[in-house]
């Protein structure tokens, strides 16, 4: 009798009811593969849930080396989203398991949260709320000047794919000039999303708002570091909706420690 395939979803649990699994259940169970959904918060419950899986399927749990080399019959792994950085593809070559993203996976969520993030920045929300409810309504008046505009700024997208390039067709609505940095984009995506592609030297320098848009990679992690903040305009925003450490966050942290006692850098990093 031919074995049923097994498919486990290691981290659907925690996730909770935000994201729903409905349509994977119903084909997977049409199609009489038996599908678990799993609460995997470690390696030893990712090999214990998935020991006997033929397919994991994640939102962000580690499938490093050390996992992989304890699912025998796993073929494929599927990551929930466009980023893969929490899968080692190294390992799972070597033993001969395929990685899946979702390339088109939240793009219009992800650069939605951008742009509102940007307008945060810009209409300084989140402080003056702050000061409002800690200090009263005359100590945020007092504090609203200077307001930034939007209007004819410039935006910086660092990472020019589907969700930067969907970051910038929706910036232009509000009057953004749009600049991008992105080595391997296609330069005809690029035009036609508005972007005038430039050096990353003239996007710290020239932008008003940079906001964030590359995968987690050897080449891109801390690809924002000392050097980096220090061409930024004293007053320009870092908006930050890709991973984390995308940014050096030590020098980050140094930065703006040293440069808010002696130049009052204004900028703002948002995630």
């Known amino acids: 009798m031919k074995k049923r395939l097994k498919v486990v979803l290691v981290d659907g649990k925690r996730v909770g009811q935000s994201?729903?699994?409905?349509?994977?259940?119903e084909e997977l169970v049409k199609s009489g593969i038996e599908f678990l959904v799993g609460d995997c918060s470690c390696e030893a419950d990712l090999i214990e849930q998935a020991a006997d899986a033929d397919a994991v399927l994640t939102y962000g749990a580690q499938m490093t080396r050390s996992v992989?080399?304890?699912?025998?019959n796993?073929?494929?792994?599927?990551?929930?989203?466009?980023?893969?950085?929490?899968?080692?593809?190294?390992?799972?070559?070597?033993?001969n398991i395929l990685v899946v993203n979702i390339p088109d996976f939240c793009i219009e969520e992800v650069s939605n949260h951008a742009i509102a993030l940007i307008l945060a920045c810009s209409k300084k929300i989140v402080m003056l709320n702050n000061i409002l409810k800690q200090d009263g309504w005359?100590?945020?008046?007092?504090?609203?000047?200077?307001?930034?505009?939007?209007?004819r700024q410039t935006l910086g997208i660092i990472g020019c794919g589907n969700i930067g390039r969907a970051t910038a067709r929706k910036a232009q609505c509000f009057g953004f000039r749009i600049i991008g940095y992105d080595p391997y984009v296609d330069k005809s995506l690029a035009k036609e999303a508005g972007i005038n592609l430039v050096s990353m030297a003239e996007l710290l320098g020239e932008s008003d708002y940079i906001s964030l848009?590359?995968?987690?990679?050897?080449?891109?992690?801390?690809?924002?570091?000392?050097?980096?903040?220090?061409?930024?305009k004293p007053t320009a925003y870092l908006i930050n909706t890709a991973r984390g450490a995308v940014i050096d966050?030590?020098?980050?942290?140094?930065?703006?420690?040293?440069?808010?006692?002696?130049?009052q850098h204004n900028s703002v990093v948002a995630f």
């Open 19 to 25: 994201m729903p699994v409905t349509e994977e259940t």
């Open 68 to 72: 992989m080399e304890k699912l025998p």
């Open 74 to 95: 796993c073929k494929v792994i599927v990551r929930y989203g466009i980023g893969y950085d929490t899968v080692d593809v190294d390992a799972a070559t070597d033993n």
């Open 138 to 151: 005359m100590k945020a008046v007092s504090m609203q000047s200077p307001m930034a505009s939007v209007y």
């Open 213 to 232: 848009h590359t995968a987690l990679n050897a080449e891109t992690r801390h690809l924002v570091g000392a050097q980096e903040l220090g061409q930024m």
């Open 249 to 263: 966050e030590p020098a980050l942290i140094t930065f703006f420690g040293v440069h808010a006692l002696t130049t």
